[in-house]
């Protein structure tokens, strides 16, 4: 039984497309299931496959990829998106995490990063390439996305302390050695925030504590 996790991938380049077929056709724990060139094609694709991750390109014809993850998540909240581009501009990348993308990758970095990218995501991680991180909280601090409620006495102290710690991108294991924890502990900590936020992944979690003013992004760290 293939019990790989599935992937799709869309990228109206089929150089890009041969390339990233051939870096995943040996890796043990994930598979490539089918390619498209445009955004339209992606989204029929992802009802159809029904996979655990997308990976897309923005620029793409027909539809492109920022619409097709908001009509992916719009079937399935659930479905994890990762934008895969070289496009590095301020309002692509807030446009995408908008439209529900989970991380968002430079597609010419290493393919170990890429896999990097997938393995944190699948985790509940979001990953960004490391020049992006506090751009993002920036951006988000000065756009008008407000994801989820807008309630921020609805965070108790250790809650407060926690998405501080999601907001500098540590992990279960670190917050909880941090705050002398247990990883279940933290877990909960997490369940019951992302509840009050009304979102469903560590990158909501980020964006309401920064557009809620929980965090504030400053260029040394929050």
Same mark, same amino acid.
């Given at each position: 039984?293939?019990?790989?996790?599935?992937?799709?991938?869309?990228?109206?380049?089929?150089?890009?497309?041969?390339?990233?077929?051939?870096?995943?056709?040996?890796?043990?724990?994930?598979?490539?299931?089918? @390619?498209?060139?445009?955004?339209?094609?992606?989204?029929?694709?992802?009802?159809?496959?029904?996979?655990?991750?997308?990976? @897309?390109?923005?620029?793409?014809?027909?539809?492109?990829?920022?619409?097709?993850?908001?009509?992916?998540?719009?079937?399935?909240?659930?479905?994890?998106?990762?934008?895969?581009?070289?496009?590095?501009?301020?309002?692509?990348?807030?446009?995408?995490?908008? =439209?529900?993308?989970?991380?968002?990758?430079?597609?010419?970095?290493?393919?170990?990063?890429?896999?990097? =990218?997938?393995?944190?995501?699948?985790?509940?991680?979001?990953?960004?390439?490391?020049?992006?991180?506090?751009?993002?909280?920036? $951006?988000?601090?000065?756009?008008?996305?407000?994801?989820?409620?807008?309630? @921020?006495?609805?965070?108790?102290?250790?809650?407060?302390?926690?998405? =501080?710690?999601?907001?500098?991108?540590?992990?279960?294991?670190?917050?909880?050695?941090?705050?002398?924890?247990?990883?279940?502990?933290?877990?909960?900590?997490?369940?019951?925030?992302?509840?009050? $936020?009304?979102?469903? @992944? =560590?990158?909501?979690?980020?964006?309401?504590?920064?557009?809620?003013?929980?965090?504030?992004?400053?260029?040394?760290?929050?």
């Amino acid at each position: 039984m293939n019990d790989k996790i599935k992937i799709i991938l869309a990228d109206d380049h089929q150089v890009f497309i041969d390339g990233m077929l051939l870096a995943f056709s040996n890796h043990p724990d994930y598979e490539i299931v089918a @390619t498209f060139k445009n955004g339209e094609q992606l989204v029929r694709g992802a009802r159809l496959y029904k996979p655990d991750i997308v990976l @897309t390109d923005i620029s793409m014809p027909v539809m492109n990829g920022i619409d097709a993850i908001e009509q992916i998540r719009r079937n399935d909240p659930d479905m994890l998106c990762i934008v895969l581009t070289n496009f590095d501009s301020d309002h692509l990348i807030l446009n995408s995490l908008e =439209a529900g993308a989970f991380s968002y990758v430079n597609k010419i970095m290493d393919k170990e990063v890429i896999f990097l =990218a997938i393995e944190k995501s699948l985790r509940g991680e979001p990953h960004y390439c490391d020049s992006t991180s506090q751009r993002v909280l920036r $951006m988000i601090h000065q756009s008008s996305f407000v994801p989820g409620m807008q309630r @921020t006495e609805l965070f108790n102290t250790n809650e407060k302390k926690i998405i =501080a710690l999601f907001c500098k991108d540590k992990l279960v294991k670190e917050i909880a050695d941090e705050l002398c924890l247990g990883n279940r502990t933290v877990e909960r900590y997490k369940a019951n925030i992302m509840e009050k $936020m009304g979102v469903k @992944t =560590a990158a909501g979690i980020v964006m309401y504590a920064v557009k809620n003013k929980l965090v504030i992004p400053d260029d040394s760290g929050i």
